[in-house]
């Protein structure tokens, strides 16, 4: 069974520092998805990937294959990005289940 | 489009009674989930469907059961609630499978409290 480990827990950070997020699995996957889970509780995918780097607006995400490892980047943080960040994983092509990490929460103070 | 939609979002249940939790979607997508989500855990897959007709037990479908008559439902059914029912539950849809880099799209979950 993947175990999915993110880190850190728990992040405060003041506006508009750059933030990092880590993931680490560890058994092979054939796709990894970051979410974000806002305040009120509702869930929206990030991204998906399998190889490389993916950027949308100011969020950046990395996977690193061989070391097993992903990063969520956050450049110019807003506290609008205060969340709690998931990290998942799919283990085979073939499969219909993620194994989720317990996520981190994100706090940007003004 | 209205995306995922679950209802109800609350709900609290006595131990033994019985509940269905509703989720619909109108992205035509084959593939659903149920998850439940507890404090300080990652997400846990209960049940899902890869098209209408056709479901399969998750991590922990104990206590529950599921159906799939058309591409739009996919009910959760509690029956015989117990205290360790209680979490917060989310639906969920995809186009393709996880594992093919598809993004799932999440219901705004339900918050449900077994005494």
């Known amino acids: 069974k993947n175990e999915v480990e993110q880190s850190p827990q728990n992040l405060t950070a003041q506006e508009g520092e750059f933030i990092t997020i880590n993931c680490s699995y560890s058994?092979?996957?054939?796709?990894l998805h970051w979410l974000q889970q806002h305040p009120g509780g509702g869930i929206v995918s990030l991204f998906m990937l399998s190889s490389g780097k993916k950027k949308h607006g100011r969020l950046i995400a990395t996977i690193n294959i061989q070391e097993k490892h992903s990063s969520l980047h956050i450049t110019a943080s807003h506290p609008r990005d205060s969340a709690v960040y998931i990290c998942?994983?799919?283990?085979?092509?073939?499969?219909?289940?993620?194994?989720f990490g317990k996520g981190t929460k994100l706090s940007v103070i003004p | 489009n209205a995306g995922v939609t679950q209802t109800p979002k609350f709900r609290i249940l006595k131990i033994g009674q019985s509940m269905t939790l509703q989720c619909t979607q109108d992205m035509n997508h084959n593939y659903m989930y149920w998850y439940r989500q507890d404090p300080g855990m990652g997400l846990k897959l209960i049940y899902y469907?890869?098209?209408?007709?056709?479901?399969d037990k998750g991590e922990v479908p104990n206590g529950y059961n599921v159906s799939r008559s058309t591409t739009e439902d996919f009910p959760l059914r509690l029956e015989l609630a117990a205290p360790s029912q209680t979490s917060v539950y989310f639906c969920?849809?995809?186009?393709?499978?996880?594992?093919?880099?598809?993004?799932?799209?999440f219901g705004n979950g339900t918050r449900l409290t077994v005494t």
């Open positions: 998942a994983v799919s283990a085979g092509a073939g499969s219909y289940q993620l194994t």
């Open positions: 058994v092979g996957i054939s796709a």
């Open positions: 969920a849809s995809s186009y393709e499978r996880v594992s093919y880099n598809s993004p799932l799209h």
């Open positions: 469907s890869v098209g209408a007709g056709i479901t």
